[in-house]
């Protein structure tokens, strides 16, 4: 089966900085771009990033942009969101997705595939 499994998450002061990875494994399977989004209770899942596995600029969201950064490492089947300059409002579950749009779409009906989530929080 496929497998994506989110780590790196936990409690980090405002200001601070974090790195999420995204591993993939188990069968072979479909997947032109990665993508991170993130739910915080109460709240609509969110969009944050996505890559193409073949090469490019990320796409990311407004609301982090200047501040996260995703890439890729395509021999670990791994991605990873780079997370400075941390806001409590970015506390929230993060999943990592798979899609078969190359697009790096921002809704998360286009993925197919989802981790789990790792927990963010921010403290002031």
């Known amino acids: 089966q496929v497998q994506l499994v989110e780590s790196g998450g936990g409690l980090v002061q405002a200001g601070g900085s974090l790195r999420l990875s995204c591993a993939a494994s188990g069968r072979t399977f479909i997947s032109y771009a990665m993508g991170w989004f993130r739910q915080a209770p109460g709240k609509e899942r969110e969009f944050v990033a996505a890559?193409?596995?073949?090469?490019?600029?990320?796409n990311m969201a407004d609301s982090v942009k200047g501040r996260f950064t995703m890439s890729r490492d395509n021999a670990k089947n791994t991605v990873y969101l780079r997370m400075n300059s941390l806001k409590p409002e970015d506390t929230a579950v993060y999943y990592c997705a798979s899609s078969t749009m190359a697009t790096m779409p921002s809704v998360p009906t286009l993925y197919n595939y989802w981790g789990q989530g790792t927990q963010v929080t921010v403290s002031s």
């Open positions: 890559i193409r596995w073949s090469g490019g600029n990320p």
